[in-house]
Structures are given as structure tokens and as C-alpha cells.
């Protein structure tokens, strides 16, 4: 298991920029997938990005390609997500996630969430 902990969110205006971090214990980060995801209550669970062991690979969501980037530092047991020209539409509560297998897009392919961390974009 690895232990997940969110953090960069906040509020800011259309077009704007925010970088989240995560910050992980626990199993090997350097063997673990990630990948982040955002969830609006009553709602199912979003991808937004992953990304390999290695740093090699990574996949995005149609609604954030070209404007998000997904990286990791396996020194500092860390990934983080950039998130430029953000829209209101970004508006809600993102969470990182982990995964000791393979790459992908699917929520269920995660065992481990961290708290998450409110990302808010006004118009």
C-alpha cells in the first residue's frame, strides 16, 4: 500500500495556472503508476492523467490535452500536475492515485487515493 497526500490546490481566475503536487510512503514510488483524477459530488470519477513508472509514458483526458502535464521526481517520491489556461469547468476536487500494475484510465485500476485537494476557477 502506499500512503497519498495532495497538495497545491486553491482558487484562481479563468486562464490561469496551478501546480498540484503529491507526495507518497510506503511501497516503492519508483515501481508505482500514477495518475490523478477529479470527482464533482454525485458524480463518478474522472481521469485526467497518468503516468509510468519510468516517466516514459503518460496519457491525458481529451478535456485536458494541451493544457495539463502529469510529471514525477521518483528521488522525491512526488508527481505533480500542471495545470495551465484553466476554465471553470476545472472546477472541483482532484485526487491523485496509485497503482503498483499498469497504466490506465480506469478509476478501478487504482488501489490507493489520497484525501484530494479543491482546485476552484472562476470566470
Known amino acids: 500500500q502506499v500512503q497519498l497526500v495532495e497538495s497545491g490546490g486553491g482558487s484562481v481566475q479563468a486562464g490561469g495556472s496551478l501546480r498540484l503536487s503529491c507526495g507518497a510512503s510506503?511501497?516503492?514510488?519508483?515501481?508505482?503508476?500514477m495518475a490523478w483524477f477529479r470527482r464533482s459530488p454525485g458524480k463518478e470519477s474522472e481521469f485526467v492523467a497518468a503516468?509510468?513508472?519510468?516517466?516514459?509514458?503518460?496519457y491525458y483526458a481529451d478535456s485536458v490535452k494541451g493544457r495539463f502535464l502529469i510529471s514525477r521526481d521518483n528521488a522525491e517520491n512526488t508527481v505533480y500536475l500542471i495545470m495551465n489556461s484553466l476554465k471553470p469547468d476545472d472546477t472541483t476536487v482532484y485526487y491523485c492515485?496509485?497503482?503498483?500494475?499498469?497504466?490506465?484510465?480506469?478509476?478501478?485500476?487504482?488501489?490507493?487515493w489520497g484525501q484530494g485537494t479543491q482546485v476552484t476557477v472562476s470566470s
Open positions: 492515485a496509485a497503482n503498483q500494475y499498469y497504466i490506465g484510465t480506469a478509476h478501478t485500476q487504482y488501489s490507493d
Open positions: 510506503g511501497r516503492t514510488f519508483s515501481t508505482t503508476v
Open positions: 503516468i509510468s513508472w519510468t516517466g516514459r509514458t503518460t
